[in-house]
């Protein structure tokens, strides 16, 4: 009897340890496409600085998008190792994918 109710147990804490990780994937993956978007607006935003010949702004800018470079390259890696497999072109193919219904209505 003791055994079933340990066997019982140790599977409800599995399960639920699975559930609420998948939950957890689904909002990094959120957060890995907003960063995407972020990293876009700010490298367009540079490019309008730079060719304006705001080059101290274009500067931090471009600090700023090697910053979100580099957390999105952490948190691909991160939701690979959580078995999401090409977490980043995903993104971008998601992205590409809202931007086209968007631009059809």
Do not use: W, Y
């Amino acid at each position: 009897m003791k055994k079933i109710v340990f066997f019982i147990i140790t599977g409800l804490v599995l399960c639920t340890g699975a559930m609420a990780q998948s939950k957890d994937i689904k909002d990094d993956k959120k957060d890995l496409k907003n960063s995407m978007i972020d990293k876009k607006e700010d490298k367009r935003e540079t490019g309008k600085d730079l060719a304006h010949l705001r080059v101290h702004k274009a500067v931090k800018g471009h600090q700023e998008v090697g910053q979100h470079r580099r957390s999105i390259h952490k948190q691909g890696e991160h939701l690979e190792a959580h078995g999401v497999k090409h977490p980043r072109t995903t993104a971008k193919d998601q992205i590409k994918e809202e931007k086209e219904i968007k631009k059809n209505q």
